[in-house]
């Protein structure tokens, strides 16, 4: 069996821009992957605010793009846990999800209709498609709105 050797500390700046290059990365999250590289934190962290200062990496830019992503499936309860998974600031999300507010109606609408044909026939069903919602990070009011205004399509 072969046993894993440290990586070099010289390969730390090309490493890091290799994650970078291939998606925007948090802080956070690229600093857990070359620590579980297993480089040094000691020496990913001049690193990391050398790539903030040349805004080669960026949690506000990070955290738009994931947005960007992933919310046609998801609502802004589940977008805010994700990000706040992957070490993104809670002010930083606030603001980022502040801009998808306007339309979380509408994306929650569509990710209904690509699920059900049309109204529930009976509490049950009600109760389904309000937990697939809920189940998906939209509002519980948001999700009262979907299914209580619900016609058959």
């Known amino acids: 069996m072969k046993t894993k050797s440290r990586p070099e500390p010289s390969e730390l700046r090309e490493r890091a821009l290799r994650y970078l290059a291939r998606r925007e990365h948090s802080r ?61 600031a809670e002010e930083l999300i606030a603001t980022v999800l502040a801009d998808t507010a306007d339309n979380e109606l509408e994306r929650a609408r569509a990710v209904w209709r690509r699920k059900y044909a049309g109204a529930p026939a009976d509490a049950a069903e009600k109760m389904k498609q309000m937990r ?20 058959v399509i």
């Open 28 to 88: 956070w999250e690229l600093a857990r992957k070359l620590e579980q590289a297993g480089f040094v934190i000691e020496e990913i962290a001049p690193l990391l605010d050398e790539f903030e200062e040349k805004n080669w990496l960026s949690d506000r830019r990070f955290a738009e793009s994931w947005v960007a992503d992933h919310q046609a499936k998801a609502g802004s309860m589940k977008l805010a846990y994700e990000l706040r998974q992957r070490g993104v």
């Open 132 to 151: 697939f919602l809920q189940s998906r990070g939209f509002t519980l009011d948001v999700v009262r709105q979907i299914v209580d205004s619900a016609k």
